[in-house]
């Protein structure tokens, strides 16, 4: 069992940043790959960003790339997304999710290859 807890979300303006963090528990944190997915009101969740457990390899969706950064310090079981540049549309809740990973590369995209996810931080942009 692995539990998650998330914390940076909070209010900013359009144009501004933050940084979310999510730490793990347990002690293999390294074997785990990790990802940020988001949920807007009304809308489905979506996949945000994730990285491999080596860190040499990430991926984001199209609408973040250039603006958003994954990393993660194994040392501290912590993963982290740097926002910046933040838009009205980044407004939702975040999650962070694990799963373990096969391949030290390996990054996942889609919500059905995690199996445990953060509680949500909400983040809001305003105009």
């Known amino acids: 069992q692995v539990q998650l807890v998330e914390f940076g979300g909070g209010l900013v303006q359009a144009g501004g940043s933050l940084r979310l963090s999510c730490a793990a528990s347990?002690?293999?944190?390294?074997?785990?790959?990790m990802g940020w997915f988001r949920q807007a009101p009304g809308k489905e969740r979506e996949f945000v960003a994730a990285?491999?457990?080596?860190?040499?390899?990430?991926d984001y969706t199209d609408s973040v790339k250039g603006r958003f950064t994954i990393s993660r310090d194994n040392a501290k079981n912590t993963v982290y997304l740097q926002m910046n540049s933040l838009k009205p549309e980044d407004t939702a809740v975040y999650y962070c999710?694990?799963?373990?990973?096969?391949?030290?590369?390996?990054?996942?995209?889609?919500?059905?290859?995690?199996?445990?996810w953060g509680q949500g931080t909400q983040v809001t942009v305003s105009s």
């Open positions: 999710a694990v799963r373990y990973s096969f391949g030290s590369r390996t990054f996942y995209t889609r919500g059905d290859q995690y199996n445990y």
């Open positions: 347990g002690s293999t944190f390294r074997n785990y790959a």
């Open positions: 990285i491999s457990t080596s860190a040499d390899t990430t």
